[in-house]
């Protein structure tokens, strides 16, 4: 059992929007403005997306964008391509007893 | 460019030991803090360890806590985990990661990953 709540799988056609979900705790995703999303595709490590909630490293487009409320923080894909299919992790700091944790993963499916 | 390459993962046998290696390259490996993630197959990615940029304090899973050790050897760009007191859950691909300075942890680059597998 993970963590952080991700819903399993999320879908939309190209050019639409899709917004995926992580739910923490106080101690994690609303205690911190530290929240991070990666993108997997398969057999490939992880890609930054967002961190610091809203951030984009440098490269990302600017269809992702992250926020936050209360213990729940999103990840919206704005004009969905076809390469955005992929699987979805988001993390939050957890403080320096558990420092790191990981939500289960979403797999975005672009229909 | 940054580069992270993981090495030293293979299959051992369940209470076995190994130790992995990230090479890093591209980047000041002394100023950063490092991170190991783990996803077992099929799974999501668990974190496993962190080490701050000059080894000075360590962090660990509870999964991991006592059989685990994460060091660093900044004169040789390179990063390791011990891996003691195997167990078969501790099958996985091992990746070293990056951290993002003042990103409260979050990973800017990652390895391609280890494969250890731990069986009988």
């Known amino acids: 059992q993970s963590a952080l709540t991700q819903p399993p799988s999320a879908s939309g056609s190209p050019g639409q929007s899709v917004t995926i979900s992580c739910t923490g705790t106080s101690s994690d995703v609303g205690g911190y403005n530290y929240v991070s999303w990666y993108q997997q595709h398969p057999g490939k490590a992880p890609k930054l997306m967002i961190y610091?909630?809203?951030k984009r490293p440098s490269g990302v487009p600017d269809r992702f964008s992250g926020s936050k409320s209360g213990n729940t923080a999103s990840l919206t894909v704005s004009g969905l391509q076809a390469e955005d299919e992929a699987d979805y992790y988001c993390s939050s700091y957890a403080g320096n007893n558990n420092l790191v944790v990981f939500g289960g993963g979403t797999k975005l499916t672009v229909l | 460019e940054v580069q992270l390459l993981e090495s030293g993962g293979g299959l051992v046998q369940p209470g076995g030991s190994l130790r992995l290696s990230c090479a890093a390259s591209?980047?000041?490996?002394?100023?950063?803090?490092m991170s190991w993630v783990r996803q077992a197959p099929g799974k999501g990615l668990e974190w496993v360890s962190a080490?701050?940029?000059?080894?000075?304090?360590?962090y660990y899973a509870d999964s991991v806590k006592g059989r685990f050790t994460i060091s660093r050897d900044n004169s040789k760009n390179t990063l390791y985990l011990q891996l003691n007191s195997l167990r078969a859950e501790d099958t996985a691909v091992y990746f070293c990661a990056k951290e993002t300075p003042g990103s409260g942890w979050a990973f800017d680059f990652w390895g391609q990953g280890s494969l250890v597998t731990v069986s009988s």
């Open positions: 591209g980047f000041t490996f002394s100023s950063y803090d």
């Open positions: 080490l701050t940029a000059s080894g000075g304090s360590t």
């Open positions: 610091g909630v809203t």
